[in-house]
T-cell receptor, first 112, second 112 residues
Framework: KNQVEQSPQSLIILEGKNCTLQCNYTVSPFSNLRWYKQDTGRGPVSLTIMTFSENTKSNGRYTATLDADTKQSSLHITASQLSDSASYIC???????????FGRGTSLIVHP | DADVTQTPRNRITKTGKRIMLECSQTKGHDRMYWYRQDPGLGLRLIYYSFDVKDINKGEISDGYSVSRQAQAKFSLSLESAIPNQTALYFCATKDRADGAQYFGPGTRLLVL
């Protein structure tokens, strides 16, 4: 069964600090992995997409990495801001399927 | 104007009532999805549709039905609402080209 596990479940950091969120998956065959940001009370919004051949991709202060061999991804947030407070969801799609598998998300709180 | 809209945004209903949640999109995407989100759980797929004549069950379709009235419209119905259907419901569309899902703002449903 395809699964996506995220850690930590929740994280509290001070404004200006960096943090890293983890995602492990068992989806096979792998097609792509996306990180979404979900603000409270809103729908998720795509931050980055990683395909099999990509190791790193950045979107402003967000940097995603992918290790397809170990089936792990991370999302690194640099110089956190209050507006980064949200849930971050890892989503993996398998090849030949158009149904993504969602992780439960990591809830990030950035304190001033 | 929002690309994916959902109505109503909030709804309170009683056990046994039939209700319909509506989703409209202006993105021109063929693929549409209905998810529910519960606290501490990831997004779970209820139904999805790849075009007007295509309807598919997701992992938690029991107690729900859908109608794809047009490419731009995808409705979710609860035939006889029960309290454990209290949740946040999201509609999403998917771009065939880049695979990102675009989510609506969500409908918060409370079944008493």
């Amino acid at each position: 069964k395809n699964q996506v596990e995220q850690s930590p479940q929740s994280l509290i950091i001070l404004e200006g600090k960096n943090c890293t969120l983890q995602c492990n998956y068992t989806v096979s065959p792998f097609s792509n992995l996306r990180w979404y940001k979900q603000d409270t009370g809103r729908g998720p919004v795509s931050l980055t997409i990683m395909t099999f051949s990509e190791n790193t991709k950045s979107n402003g202060r967000y940097t995603a990495t992918l290790d397809a061999d170990t089936k792990q991804s991370s999302l690194h947030i640099t110089a956190s801001q209050l507006s980064d407070s949200a849930s971050y969801i890892c989503v993996v799609t398998s090849g030949g399927s158009y149904i993504p598998t969602f992780g439960r998300g990591t809830s990030l709180i950035v304190h001033p | 104007d929002a690309d994916v809209t959902q109505t109503p945004r909030n709804r309170i209903t009683k056990t046994g009532k039939r209700i319909m949640l509506e989703c409209s999109q202006t993105k021109g995407h063929d693929r549409m999805y209905w998810y529910r989100q519960d606290p501490g759980l990831g997004l779970r797929l209820i139904y999805y549709s790849f075009d007007v004549k295509d309807i598919n069950k997701g992992e938690i379709s029991d107690g729900y039905s859908v109608s794809r009235q047009a490419q731009a419209k995808f409705s979710l119905s609860l035939e006889s609402a029960i309290p454990n259907q209290t949740a946040l419901y999201f509609c999403a569309t998917k771009d065939r080209a880049d695979g990102a899902q675009y989510f609506g703002p969500g409908t918060r449903l409370l079944v008493l």
